[in-house]
């Protein structure tokens, strides 16, 4: 089998594969957090005493600023290294980027992006955010993001990224 039809059997499993950029999602979800809430009067909101205004807003800032230094982290890595930052070409990667924040989770952007939607759970103290969004989220971005960009990555490195899978997790956790 060729190269390019090896690229594209890998690309072509789901429709969804690598077609709505994480970014994009991201913000699908955040928006949604606020459609949902205007749409069910509310009723999904976390009680107003849970926490306080100052407290929600510091969660609220403190998420973003976690996600954004952890998506930096991941981006500076890739330019340190000479290789592409998008996410929607995984087959374009040059190196195997496994240091600094890489050496901790293999996805520090799409963490960081899931602490910008905590962030905005928090502040809006959505129960139905907490619960279904954010799940939905990770399901999302690791069915139709990571595992695609995972197959082009064992396809472009073999053992070697195989063996950085072994040593270092998709979400920190899990």
């Known amino acids: 089998m060729s190269q390019q039809s090896q690229q594209q059997q890998l690309h072509n499993k789901h429709f969804l594969e690598l077609r709505i ?15 949902i809430q ?8 976390l009680s107003k005493d849970t926490f306080s205004l100052s407290t ?27 290789t592409t930052v998008n996410p929607m ?13 890489y050496s901790v989770t293999r996805n520090p952007m799409y963490i960081g992006f899931l602490c910008f939607l905590i962030g905005f759970c928090f502040l809006l103290m959505d129960l139905f955010g907490f619960c279904v969004i954010v799940p939905f989220f990770i399901w999302y971005i690791t069915v139709f993001q ?3 960009e995972e197959r ?13 899978q072994k040593r270092v997790s998709r979400w920190i956790l899990l």
């Open 89 to 101: 070409k995984p087959n374009e990667t040059s190196n195997l980027v496994d240091t600094g924040i």
């Open 146 to 148: 990571i595992i695609p």
């Open 21 to 35: 950029p994480p970014l994009i999602v991201t913000a699908l979800c955040i928006i949604s957090l606020f459609i």
């Open 56 to 82: 929600k807003i510091l969660l609220f800032i403190l998420f973003l600023f976690i996600g954004g230094i952890v998506s930096l982290l991941g981006v500076w890595e890739f330019n340190k290294l000479k």
């Open 152 to 164: 082009m990555l064992i396809n472009i490195f073999g053992n070697k990224y195989v063996e950085y």
């Open 38 to 45: 205007y749409l069910t009067n509310y009723s999904f909101t």
